[in-house]
């Protein structure tokens, strides 16, 4: 019997510099009643929108230049449903010129379980010239990300 490849998140030091919260809805649910791992990627995003907004950024404007998402990895330590509050940690990780990881640590207010590990690899892109860019100054100090 073949084994299955398991994905293994590093969150060695990752700083979570922006925490917030999030409720399960129904529409995150799936047919087996838990959070499903679409609905997953779609709190992460909202997260995300949040962890810049906190700074002033958006997804289209990180300092002169937008972002997008390269990959994105979920590693489900737990379950989660409707109703349930969840705490979202976020962190930059592997910061280079134009490209950075998003760390993610989800937990569950309840009982401080972690349902999820997660990162997505974002990278600097100037949507009027369409293609990659470098990462603004202002957006590295606002973010406190350390370029490797």
Do not use: C, W
């Not at 919260?21 to 009643?33: A, F, M, Q, S």
């Not at 992460?44 to 230049?65: P, V, W």
């Not at 134009?98 to 349902?115: K, P, Q, S």
């Amino acid at each position: 019997m073949l084994g299955m490849a398991r994905v293994k998140l590093d969150m060695e030091g990752v700083e979570f510099v922006f925490r917030t919260e999030l409720e399960v809805r129904i529409t995150d649910i799936n047919y087996g009643r838990h959070v499903g791992n679409d609905a997953m990627l779609g709190l992460l995003h909202e997260a995300r929108l949040r962890f810049l907004g906190n700074s002033g950024f958006s997804e289209e404007d990180i300092g002169g230049t937008g972002m997008l998402m390269g990959d994105a990895v979920v590693q489900f330590k737990a379950v989660a449903f409707r109703g349930d509050r969840l705490v979202v940690e976020m962190g930059l990780k592997d910061v280079e010129r134009r490209t950075f990881d998003l760390m993610y640590r989800v937990t569950r207010a309840g009982d401080g379980a972690v349902v999820a590990l997660a990162k997505t690899g974002m990278v600097a892109f100037d949507y009027a010239k369409n293609r990659l860019a470098d990462l603004p100054d202002i957006f590295l100090a606002k973010t406190g990300a350390k370029p490797a």
